[in-house]
C-alpha cells in the first residue's frame, strides 16, 4: 500500500488506526510468548481491543445498508473534535481556576491540573453541584471551600458557558452535519468504494490486470448479429435459395411501398395548399380589379400582344387608388 499510495498512505487516519491496532496487539502478545508479564501489556491490550472494534466500524462504511449511518456518525465525529479544540480554551481557563480554588478539598477532584481539567470537562455532563460545592459551602469550616464566593461565582459563569452555551452548539452543529451528510452520503460512500477498487485493482499483477481490464471498445450500430441472422434464417427460411431472395424482395418492396405512400400524401399536401392560395390571389386580383390573362380570352378582348398578355393601360388604370398596405381580411 505505500508503494502505491505514498504520503497519501500516511494521510489517512484509518491506516493510522490500524497500525496501531497491529502494535498494541503485539505488545500485549509477546510477553505471553516469551513466558513474561507485565503490568503495562494489559493497558495495550485494553486499548487494542477498542481499536479492533472501533476499526470494524470504520471498515462498514463501505457497505450498503450500514455505510450511511456510519458517515455520518463520522463526519459527526469530525465536527466535535473541531468544535472541542476551539473550545478547549475554555476548559483549561475554568480548569486551572477551579485547581487554584480547590486544590486543597477533601476530594482531591481538583488535587492536580490534569485531574482538574479532566473534572471540569465532566462537569460539562454531570455538575454534581451537592457533593462537590453545597456542603463544603455550608459546613462552617475554614478548611473546606475556602473561597466560596469567588467559587460560586466562576461555577455560575461555567454553567452559563459550558453545559448550556457549548452543549446546544454541539447539538445544534449536530443537527446540521446529519442533515448534509444525509445528502451526500451517498455520493461519499460510492467514492469510497471506487477508491478501495482502484487499490485492489493497483495490488494486482501487472500481466493479469493486462488480460481483465478492457483498454478499448469497438461498437457497430449498423453491423448485425451474424449469429443471430443466421439462426434466423435458418428458421424461417427452406431450403430453397429462390425462396429466400423472393422474401427479401418483397420486403424490400414493402418498403418502396411505404416511401411511395407517404409521399403521396405529402404530394396532395402541396396540392391543396397551392390551389387555396390560387384561389386566395384570385379574390385580391378580383378586389383590385386586375384582368387576368383568362378573363381576357373569355371576352375576347386581346391587345396586340395576344391573350397571353394585359393591356399596359388597364393594368395601370387598374393600380390607381389601391392603397400601399393592402390588408387580406377585407376579402
Not at 504520503?7 to 497491529?22: C, K, M, Q, S, V
Amino acid at each position: 500500500m505505500t508503494w502505491f499510495q505514498k504520503l497519501r498512505y500516511f494521510a489517512d487516519i484509518g491506516n493510522g488506526l490500524e497500525w496501531t491496532l497491529y502494535i498494541t496487539c503485539s505488545v500485549f502478545v509477546l510477553p505471553f510468548l516469551l513466558d513474561m508479564s507485565f503490568h503495562w501489556q494489559w493497558e495495550a491490550g485494553a486499548f487494542a481491543v477498542f481499536l479492533a472494534w472501533f476499526n470494524c466500524l470504520v471498515i462498514l462504511k463501505r457497505f450498503d445498508f450500514f455505510g450511511i449511518y456510519v458517515v455520518m456518525f463520522l463526519e459527526i465525529l469530525r465536527t466535535l473534535v473541531q468544535v472541542l479544540c476551539v473550545f478547549s480554551i475554555l476548559i483549561i481557563a475554568f480548569g486551572l481556576s477551579f485547581y487554584i480554588l480547590l486544590s486543597i478539598e477533601q476530594s482531591k477532584a481538583f488535587s492536580t491540573p490534569p485531574l482538574s481539567l479532566l473534572k471540569t470537562f465532566m462537569m460539562m455532563l454531570e455538575l454534581d453541584y451537592m457533593a462537590s460545592f453545597n456542603e463544603q459551602y455550608t459546613d462552617d469550616r475554614e478548611d473546606t471551600l475556602h473561597f466560596g464566593t469567588l467559587t460560586l461565582t466562576l461555577l455560575t459563569i461555567f454553567v452559563l458557558l459550558m453545559p448550556i452555551l457549548l452543549m446546544n452548539l454541539l447539538i445544534g452543529l449536530a443537527v446540521g452535519d446529519i442533515e448534509s451528510v444525509q445528502k451526500d452520503a451517498r455520493l461519499k460512500r460510492l467514492a469510497m468504494q471506487v477508491e478501495l477498487h482502484i487499490n485492489i485493482e493497483r495490488k494486482m499483477p501487472l500481466f493479469l490486470r493486462d488480460k481483465v481490464a478492457i483498454t478499448d471498445y469497438k461498437h457497430y450500430p449498423n453491423r448485425g448479429n451474424k449469429q443471430i441472422e443466421n439462426l434466423f434464417s435458418i428458421i424461417s427460411f427452406s431450403k430453397d435459395s429462390g425462396d429466400g431472395k423472393s422474401l427479401q424482395l418483397r420486403i424490400q418492396n414493402s418498403y418502396v411501398q411505404d416511401d411511395l405512400h407517404k409521399l403521396k400524401v405529402r404530394l396532395r399536401d402541396i396540392s391543396t395548399v397551392m390551389d387555396k392560395n390560387n384561389h386566395l390571389l384570385r379574390k385580391i386580383m378580383q378586389k383590385m380589379e386586375i384582368s387576368t390573362e383568362d378573363d381576357a380570352c373569355d371576352e375576347g378582348a386581346g391587345s396586340s400582344y395576344g391573350c397571353g398578355w394585359v393591356n399596359a393601360e388597364d393594368s395601370h388604370r387598374s393600380f390607381e387608388g389601391v392603397p400601399e398596405a393592402f390588408s387580406l381580411s377585407t376579402l
